[in-house]
């Protein structure tokens, strides 16, 4: 939880101004944070990587004796002797990692990142632990939210990974251009289409009659899962379009305007506000400057413009029927 009494201004922007510098490393690794991840909040709060394999003599590894750890483990049960090499090797590669060494993995849906001091120290219950350069990150050295969901399926799986660590091989080039914010050529060039076809899709919307523009969003809202229970333009008064959720049972009244100004918004929302409906939407292809200035000013999520309705349109597949339509 932030503590406004813990914030060091001057500390902060020279975080901020390391995370500009892009990264550079040898190797990465993906490591798993104890069992379940038991060892996350430790890892988080203190800053470090925390490694278990607590049987395997501190001092041992210290040393690089690994033929006798591996030995060691052999003496013990079947079950840790068939993968006493394996263990080992990645109980090696957390000591002998050097400091240049990306070390990442999964934890609140985001992917984290960060350097390790090259000392490993023991905690009692000879847990083991390397210190991190700096900390623990989860956005790119933009400050974006490397959230998993946008993430490549190379990366993600990783976290599937059974054991405690393994090396990043076929996505670490994606992995570095990720951090450092760098974009893939071909999807940027894909944006920048996608981009120019939302503009063009927004000038055939505005050409639409009211009816058209009616359907439109009514395929819009039941793309999106929303059932119409009335027939389009002919509900109650002052509801163009009105939807229920099949899941929650929530109601949807929609407001359906070719060109409206704030006054006729707030008109609406008023009357909303006494409706006995779970949501509101005002949807308008051509607002006059002032609709969209409060927009922008009152952050108004209910109320859709030409923005909102070209990002719906080529989410949910309708770019033909618009296209169509416009013919």
Same mark, same amino acid.
């Given at each position: 939880?932030?503590?406004?009494?813990?914030?060091?201004?001057?500390?902060?922007?020279?975080?901020?101004?390391?995370?500009?510098?892009?990264?550079?490393?040898?190797?990465?690794?993906?490591?798993?944070?104890?069992?379940?991840?038991?060892?996350?909040?430790?890892? =988080?709060?203190?800053?470090?990587? @925390?490694?278990?394999?607590?049987?395997?003599?501190?001092?041992?590894?210290?040393?690089?004796?690994?033929?006798?750890?591996?030995?060691?483990?052999? =003496?013990?049960?079947?079950?840790?002797?068939?993968?006493?090499?394996?263990?080992?090797?990645?109980?090696?590669?957390?000591?002998?990692?050097? &400091?240049?060494?990306?070390?990442?993995?999964?934890?609140?849906?985001?992917?984290?990142?960060?350097?390790?001091?090259?000392?490993?120290?023991?905690?009692?219950?000879?847990?083991?632990?390397?210190?991190?350069?700096?900390?623990?990150?989860?956005?790119?050295?933009?400050?974006?939210?490397?959230?998993?969901?946008?993430?490549?399926?190379?990366?993600?799986?990783? @976290?599937?990974?059974? *054991?405690?660590?393994?090396?990043?091989?076929?996505?670490?080039?994606?992995?570095? @251009?990720?951090?450092?914010?760098?974009?893939?050529?071909?999807?940027?060039?894909?944006?920048?289409?996608?981009?120019?076809?939302?503009?063009?899709?927004?000038?055939?919307?505005?050409?639409?009659?009211?009816?058209?523009? &009616?359907?439109?969003? &009514?395929?819009?809202?039941?793309?999106?899962? =929303?059932?119409?229970?009335?027939?389009?333009?002919?509900?109650?008064?002052?509801?163009?379009?009105?939807?229920?959720?099949?899941?929650?049972?929530?109601?949807?009244?929609? *407001?359906?305007?070719?060109?409206?100004?704030?006054?006729?918004?707030?008109?609406?929302? *008023?009357?909303?506000? +006494?409706?006995?409906?779970?949501?509101?939407?005002?949807?308008?292809?051509?607002?006059?400057?002032?609709?969209?200035?409060?927009?922008?000013?009152?952050?108004?999520? +209910?109320?859709?413009?030409?923005?909102?309705?070209?990002?719906?349109?080529?989410?949910?597949? =309708?770019?033909?029927?618009?296209?169509?339509?416009?013919?």
């Amino acid at each position: 939880m932030y503590n406004p009494e813990s914030f060091d201004l001057e500390s902060e922007l020279k975080w901020i101004g390391e995370m500009m510098e892009k990264i550079n490393s040898t190797s990465a690794y993906y490591i798993k944070l104890g069992k379940g991840g038991e060892f996350e909040k430790d890892c =988080l709060k203190n800053n470090y990587l @925390k490694l278990g394999y607590c049987q395997d003599d501190h001092e041992l590894c210290l040393s690089g004796k690994w033929m006798e750890i591996i030995e060691q483990r052999e =003496l013990r049960t079947p079950e840790v002797k068939r993968g006493a090499k394996n263990q080992v090797r990645q109980l090696r590669t957390f000591y002998e990692a050097d &400091e240049h060494t990306l070390w990442i993995t999964f934890m609140n849906e985001k992917l984290y990142w960060c350097f390790a001091e090259k000392k490993i120290e023991k905690l009692p219950g000879n847990y083991k632990i390397r210190r991190l350069i700096g900390k623990w990150a989860h956005t790119d050295i933009f400050g974006n939210d490397l959230f998993e969901n946008k993430l490549s399926g190379n990366l993600t799986r990783t @976290k599937g990974y059974p *054991q405690t660590i393994c090396r990043i091989n076929d996505a670490y080039d994606q992995l570095i @251009k990720k951090i450092n914010g760098e974009k893939n050529e071909v999807a940027e060039k894909a944006n920048l289409n996608k981009a120019d076809l939302e503009t063009q899709i927004g000038c055939l919307i505005k050409s639409f009659p009211p009816k058209d523009f &009616e359907i439109l969003v &009514e395929l819009i809202f039941s793309r999106a899962g =929303l059932q119409k229970i009335s027939e389009t333009g002919k509900t109650q008064k002052n509801i163009d379009i009105l939807l229920v959720s099949p899941i929650t049972n929530e109601t949807f009244s929609v *407001q359906v305007k070719s060109s409206a100004n704030y006054r006729d918004y707030d008109e609406y929302r *008023q009357k909303f506000d +006494d409706s006995g409906y779970n949501r509101f939407f005002f949807v308008v292809h051509s607002p006059k400057k002032e609709l969209e200035d409060k927009k922008l000013e009152h952050k108004l999520e +209910d109320v859709w413009l030409t923005n909102e309705l070209t990002k719906m349109v080529v989410k949910y597949g =309708l770019v033909d029927w618009v296209i169509d339509k416009a013919c």
